[in-house]
């Protein structure tokens, strides 16, 4: 197995269970306890993981925006199942906005049956995930959000506004009991605000886990999302 593998597998572990010994670890993962503390170690660095008695706990915070290889991993099959009912409203022809988030990323593969649509992006690993479909697709460019691969900044805004959007889609990091949509990163919320007001409908894809939960930025409230997917 290798190491990112491991990491995900640490981390997929404590989303499950909170608390775990290194000792169980290394038994589960078949390695030996040394690399295991070596593991631990680099993701406590990377404040994905506290370090506790012997083994790690998950770090609790609504804030931190983990890397992207991790948050795709996180209810996947809920976001596949959202994703493919999303992409149920994009129409033969149209002209569509997609932000970079892991939820989102998943409108890829179920694409290839509509005709003649032209999609902009700000996410480096849909653009390409499109592009190899051979769906008309662009990037913004911009300023590279190492937490998503995404663009954002002022370029990657005013290339979003540049084009006239049939409908956009996007997700967040949370939606708080007061009904608004909010995020952890205000550089990418500005680029999903563009988007928004440059649409004639929003579609915002939303897995549970995301419900009840608070960030710092707040985007948009519920009320004035045209469609929100949930499961």
Same mark, same amino acid.
């Given at each position: 197995?290798?190491?990112?593998?491991?990491?995900?597998?640490?981390?997929?572990?404590?989303?499950?269970?909170?608390?775990? &010994?290194?000792?169980?670890?290394? =038994?589960?993962?078949?390695?030996?306890?040394?690399? /295991?503390?070596?593991?631990?170690?680099?993701?406590?660095?990377?404040?994905?993981?506290?370090?506790?008695?012997?083994?790690?706990?998950?770090?609790?915070?609504?804030?931190?925006?983990?890397?992207?290889?991790?948050?795709?991993? =996180?209810?996947?099959? =809920?976001?596949?199942?959202?994703?493919?009912?999303?992409?149920?409203?994009?129409?033969?022809?149209? /002209?569509?906005?997609?932000?970079?988030?892991?939820?989102?990323?998943?409108?890829?593969?179920?694409?290839?049956?509509?005709?003649?649509?032209?999609?902009?992006?700000?996410? /480096?690993?849909?653009?390409?995930?499109?592009?190899?479909?051979?769906?008309?697709?662009? &990037?913004?460019?911009?300023?590279?959000?190492?937490?998503?691969?995404?663009?954002?900044?002022?370029?990657? =805004?005013?290339?979003?506004?540049?084009?006239?959007?049939?409908?956009?889609?996007?997700?967040?990091?949370?939606?708080?009991?007061?009904?608004?949509?909010?995020?952890?990163?205000?550089?990418?919320?500005?680029?999903?605000?563009?988007?928004?007001?440059?649409?004639?409908?929003?579609?915002?894809?939303?897995?549970? &886990?995301?419900?009840?939960?608070?960030?710092?930025?707040?985007? /948009?409230?519920?009320?004035?999302?045209?469609?929100?997917?949930?499961?």
């Amino acid at each position: 197995m290798l190491k990112e593998e491991r990491y995900d597998k640490i981390l997929q572990i404590l989303e499950e269970e909170t608390y775990v &010994s290194a000792e169980v670890l290394s =038994q589960r993962l078949f390695v030996s306890m040394p690399t /295991i503390r070596r593991d631990l170690a680099h993701l406590q660095k990377r404040n994905l993981i506290i370090r506790s008695h012997g083994g790690a706990k998950k770090l609790n915070s609504e804030h931190i925006v983990t890397p992207i290889d991790y948050r795709k991993s =996180q209810n996947f099959a =809920q976001k596949r199942a959202i994703a493919r009912k999303a992409a149920s409203l994009i129409k033969d022809g149209n /002209i569509i906005f997609i932000d970079a988030s892991t939820t989102a990323l998943n409108l890829a593969d179920f694409l290839e049956d509509k005709s003649g649509i032209t999609i902009v992006t700000n996410g /480096i690993p849909l653009s390409i995930a499109l592009s190899q479909k051979g769906i008309k697709t662009f &990037s913004t460019g911009g300023e590279i959000q190492k937490s998503s691969l995404g663009y954002a900044g002022s370029f990657a =805004q005013n290339f979003v506004r540049s084009f006239n959007y049939d409908i956009c889609f996007f997700s967040v990091s949370a939606l708080d009991n007061a009904g608004n949509v909010c995020d952890s990163s205000l550089e990418e919320n500005l680029v999903r605000k563009a988007a928004i007001e440059s649409s004639k409908k929003c579609a915002f894809l939303c897995d549970k &886990s995301k419900i009840g939960l608070s960030a710092p930025y707040n985007l /948009i409230h519920k009320d004035k999302i045209d469609y929100i997917f949930t499961d």
